[in-house]
């Protein structure tokens, strides 16, 4: 079985302390639960592993940490294992933790403890508030092409189509069966479960509507007033944004700004809709993949994701951020800032493009690197196969 880089780091930090809260968060599909299984497959004291699918409350919770604490003391260890799987689905669910884990570390026990949850919004109130000083937090990102081909054989073109979820690659070959999976085992459930769960959502139909908008405009730059005139019922430009952003934080769908010294005109930027995995836009997409990668403007767009993609989800791991740039006609495809240090990212497919964009933003940030991947540039299935952080001085 195919083993994910992050893994290892899991049993490194579950090896370097007596006491440890990891929480391990990603979307859903990308393989959270396996790597905890390869890591319960060889370790070496007592565990106990709970889904919180079917929890009615939070005693649940404490049911499952008396568990591990009975099998902690019965077998003399000298540590043990908890891993609570979907933990967002417990109401209150940081406070209770805090009550278990502050108990323990009173009591001096020596209980190491995952979280698993399938989204970003568990972040900003629960863990903050309630755990603040208490956990490390370990994002999973969406498989890049590098792992696909290595795990499952995909060529270039199907990363492209088909994406980096692990668990549909066997039915790549059946083209039908492959959208039905993406579509009811992925994006229904986040768009109707995950989403819905974690916070209020007034208009259900919109965050359908504006998601499916995003998968169809990938790669381009679309204003709100436009978004608003192709969506029924669209409310505010305020509604739409925040939808965006509970997207993103469900490993959907993002929407890049554009890159400016001027944190208040970035903020008031147009977005520029950028998937977190291509399988998505093909999903959600009315062609077969002969029809789509055969002609090269709409390729290209695929293309252009799919780097959007490998760079979207290091971001969230390597800590650069990602935006576009644009003034007038002129436009670069992905900006990535790491502190003082700016890499500016032209993607070229075989359609013809222009590269005035790239000149008048090495004008305006001479410093700047410049990066051309694709035709006269760096081969994409090089680009794909390495994280971007080396493009930064700091990381060579």
């Known amino acids: 079985m195919y083993k994910r880089p992050c893994l290892e780091i899991i049993r490194q930090r579950l090896e370097s302390s007596r006491q440890f809260l990891q929480v391990l968060m990603g979307p859903r599909q990308?393989?959270?639960?396996?790597?905890?299984?390869?890591?319960?497959?060889?370790?070496?004291?007592?565990?106990?592993y709970a889904s919180a699918d079917d929890a009615l409350s939070p005693a649940w919770l404490r049911q499952q940490w008396e568990t591990i604490r009975v099998k902690l003391s019965v077998s003399g260890s000298k540590e043990a294992l908890l891993v609570i799987d979907e933990i967002q689905k417990i109401d209150d669910w940081s406070n209770h933790v805090?009550?278990?884990?502050?108990?323990?570390?009173?009591?001096?026990?020596p209980l190491k403890v995952i979280l698993l949850g399938s989204s970003q919004l568990l972040i900003p109130k629960g863990l903050s508030e309630s755990l603040a000083g208490r956990f490390e937090i370990l994002y999973i990102p969406h498989w890049s092409y590098a792992e696909m081909k290595t795990a499952f054989s995909y060529t270039l073109d199907?990363?492209?189509?088909?994406?980096?979820?692990?668990?549909?690659?066997?039915?790549?070959?059946?083209?039908?069966?492959?959208?039905d999976y993406i579509r009811h085992s992925l994006i229904e459930t986040t768009l109707?479960?995950?989403?819905?769960?974690?916070?209020?959502i007034d208009k259900p139909v919109l965050?359908?509507?504006l998601f499916e908008l995003g998968c169809a405009w990938s790669g381009q730059i679309l204003s709100y007033n436009k978004m608003i005139g192709q969506l029924h019922d669209a409310g505010n430009t305020t509604t739409l944004a925040h939808y965006l952003h509970l997207l993103k934080g469900a490993g959907l769908l993002a929407g890049l700004e554009k890159f400016s010294q001027d944190k208040i005109r970035q903020r008031a930027s147009s977005p520029k809709f950028q998937?977190?995995?291509?399988?998505?836009?093909?999903?959600m997409s009315s062609g077969s993949k002969e029809e789509i990668m055969n002609q090269h403007e709409t390729r290209g767009r695929w293309f252009e994701s799919a780097v959007g993609t490998h760079l979207l989800n290091h971001a969230l791991t390597d800590g650069y951020t990602l935006s576009y740039w644009r003034e007038g006609n002129h436009e670069v495809d992905f900006i990535l800032q790491h502190g003082k240090y700016v890499v500016a990212v032209e993607v070229k497919s075989k359609r013809v493009r222009s590269s005035a964009g790239m000149v008048m933003f090495a004008k305006k940030y001479p410093l700047a690197e410049m990066i051309l991947v694709g035709e006269e540039g760096i081969p994409a299935e090089e680009f794909l196969s390495v994280s971007p952080s080396i493009l930064f001085p700091k990381a060579r």
């Open 30 to 48: 990308v393989g959270k639960t396996t790597l905890i299984r390869q890591i319960l497959e060889d370790y070496p004291n007592p565990w106990h």
């Open 98 to 109: 805090k009550i278990q884990w502050d108990k323990d570390t009173f009591d001096k026990i």
């Open 158 to 179: 199907d990363f492209i189509w088909y994406g980096g979820y692990p668990g549909s690659a066997s039915l790549k070959n059946d083209d039908q069966r492959w959208k």
């Open 192 to 200: 109707m479960r995950d989403i819905l769960l974690l916070t209020r």
């Open 207 to 209: 965050l359908r509507n």
């Open 275 to 283: 998937v977190f995995n291509t399988a998505l836009m093909t999903a």
